[in-house]
């Protein structure tokens, strides 16, 4: 199930001394998670056949001296010199065991304005966001992967134009993804076309930051390179399951967890290609899958290490896990579904919508036998559960790669690619569905023998330049819109399957909205307005060839 990527990953950053292979980890993890020789057991099964793999702490660090398993924190930053240090030096010791920091720099009083009773001159937030960048270059998550971070900004802060400029060079603050949070009433008016409305003065120059500039800003920052992230404030708050907890105002660093400070999460994502049998979804399976998932996750909460007591605390009141999935595109092909189909986004929902409904089921029954999480009193939940929150979309990056399938709910970027890894060396991909499907397809076309492979050559070669293969007149209609990539899909329809997910998952959703090079600003716009109309809690969209470093590589084409 592993390419020649996975292996190389594995081998260089997973494996501990003496361990050989994927298995070895998964008998570690599932060793050091169940509480008998049983329950390990089937955790072992459960991760070795790729039908559930936990994040990336979980599988280096379970069962060693670090033992953190979180893959997400957030952590709160406050507005005097000694609380935005304090947060740098905890995101450096969160960092060094493995996990991604989120930051809400809000606060931090704007640049050149007075910020100490002593009469110091604030620099402002952005000029502390290459401090917190500089720490991760130095720590590299535990010297194992790129640390991560998501640095935000409310919307009405008045440096925010120079927040959303911030990364306007290829290479500035690199670790960092940025996000401006926005409240409904200032979608409101933008929808309604206003553009002179004030949303703050600042104190030192004077300047006025105005609805129009601010959009303007952030419209063409997306287009020059895919930033800023937005995050819709009152959507997350809405759905905050412990308000009497506090508001939330910062996720980790791909946005799939909004979290109170100091809260972690740590997660974990059910493979669905593994549960499609000719052509049809194994329920029953799925619901064993889920309810032993959620088992894993609540009891990794009380197994894992901390990085700070204020995690350890912050995470033991709520309890939340973030049970995802991904292989979505892959489990759609199996079902015969296009990506881009309504009747893709129907099964989408059905499924997510077993999944989480599956989960709180379990983690009542857990709360039973455990009780409650221990904040639930007050919480928006009327009977008890043992999870605040449960359900999330992470990206997957990694773990979809030793899962063997399609990140997370996205749709496979290519069929077939060179991909770039940390170190330099490529690798060739060819998606397997993809290729055992291609033979088919031309054979079922008539073309055998020399001909055949040349033809599937041709149709190899075609992908991996341009990415698609919609433009291919001679295969058939059918296998064209199956085999849909990224860039062929509307944005329209990127956004209503992460709605259809929304709709049935607690936490965030980790989505990128890729848009082909030739996007224009009304499009971004457009598509920003969408994303908050149906109720999304957050958007990021990336213009293809807007960057020059990407994971991936095309050689050609839009
Ligand atoms: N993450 C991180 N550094 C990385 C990749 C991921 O800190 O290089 C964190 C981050 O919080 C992200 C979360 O892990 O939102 C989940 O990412 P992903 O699902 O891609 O991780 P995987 O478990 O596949 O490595």
Redesign the pocket.
């Known amino acids: 199930m592993m390419d020649d990527m996975a292996d190389h990953i594995l081998k260089s950053r997973y494996l501990l001394p003496g361990e050989k292979d994927f298995t070895d980890i998964c008998r570690r993890v599932a060793g050091w998670i169940g509480r008998d020789e049983a329950e390990s057991g089937a955790f072992f099964r459960m991760m070795e056949s790729g039908e559930f793999l936990p994040?990336?702490p979980a599988l280096m660090n379970a069962g060693t001296p670090c033992n953190q398993l979180a893959?997400?924190f957030v952590i709160p930053v406050g507005n005097t010199i000694t609380g935005i240090f304090e947060a740098v030096k905890q995101g450096a010791i969160i960092q060094m065991t493995g996990?991604?920091t989120g930051y809400n720099f809000s606060e931090i009083a704007p640049a050149g304005t007075t910020a100490e009773p002593g009469g110091a001159i604030s620099p402002g937030p952005v000029a502390f966001l290459s401090v917190f960048d500089t720490v991760s270059e130095v720590i590299r998550?535990g010297g194992r992967?790129?640390g991560?971070n998501m640095g935000i900004l409310d919307i009405r802060h008045p440096d925010i134009l120079a927040f959303i400029d911030a990364k306007d060079k290829e290479g500035k603050l690199s670790h960092f993804n940025l996000s401006v949070t926005v409240p409904d009433a200032v979608m409101e008016a933008f929808e309604g076309g206003e553009r002179e409305e004030i949303l703050s003065i600042h104190p030192a120059t004077g300047r006025e930051n105005t609805i129009g500039s601010v959009f303007d800003a952030i419209i063409n920052g997306i287009h020059r390179n895919g930033e800023p992230g937005l995050l819709f404030s009152d959507a997350i708050n809405r759905e905050n399951r412990t308000p009497h907890l506090g508001e939330i105002t910062a996720t980790?660093?791909?946005g799939?967890e909004p979290l109170l400070p100091f809260e972690a999460c740590i997660?974990g994502s059910i493979n669905l290609a593994r549960f499609i049998e000719e052509s049809t979804l194994d329920w029953k399976r799925l619901e064993r899958t889920v309810r032993l998932a959620v088992r894993f996750l609540d009891l990794a909460i009380d197994r894992s290490s901390y990085p700070l007591p204020e995690n350890e605390d912050a995470v033991k009141k709520t309890r939340k896990i973030g049970l995802g999935v991904m292989g979505l595109h892959d489990a759609l092909i199996l079902l015969g579904l296009p990506y881009d189909s309504p009747s893709a986004r129907e099964c989408a929902e059905e499924m997510m919508a077993f999944i989480s409904e599956t989960a709180v089921d379990e983690s009542k029954r857990l709360a039973e036998v455990f009780g409650p999480f221990p904040a639930w009193e007050g919480s928006v939940w009327e009977k008890p559960v043992r999870n605040a929150t449960l359900t999330t979309i992470?990206?997957?990056?990694?773990?979809?790669l030793f899962a063997g399938c399609s990140p997370g709910i996205e749709p496979v970027y290519s069929f077939a690619f060179w991909r770039n890894n940390t170190a330099g060396a490529e690798f060739e991909v060819i998606h397997p569905l993809f290729s055992a499907r291609l033979d088919e397809e031309i054979a079922s076309l008539g073309y055998h023998g020399d001909e055949g492979r040349a033809r599937q050559k041709a149709v190899i070669e075609e992908v991996r330049r341009c990415g698609s293969l919609q433009h291919i007149g001679w295969l058939s209609f059918e296998f064209r819109k199956l085999f849909v990539s990224a860039l062929d899909i509307s944005w329209r329809d990127h956004l209503l399957m992460q709605a259809a997910f929304q709709r049935h998952t607690h936490a965030s959703i980790?989505k990128t909205i890729n848009l082909p090079h030739t996007t224009g600003h009304e499009a971004i716009r457009e598509a920003i307005l969408s994303a908050w109309k149906l109720s999304l809690k957050g958007i990021t969209l990336y213009r293809t060839g807007s960057r020059r470093a990407s994971v991936y590589s095309l050689t050609g084409c839009r």
Do not use: D
């Open positions: 994040n990336s893959g997400c996990g991604g998550q992967r790129r991560a980790n660093p791909c799939e997660l992470a990206p997957t990056g990694t773990i979809s980790a």
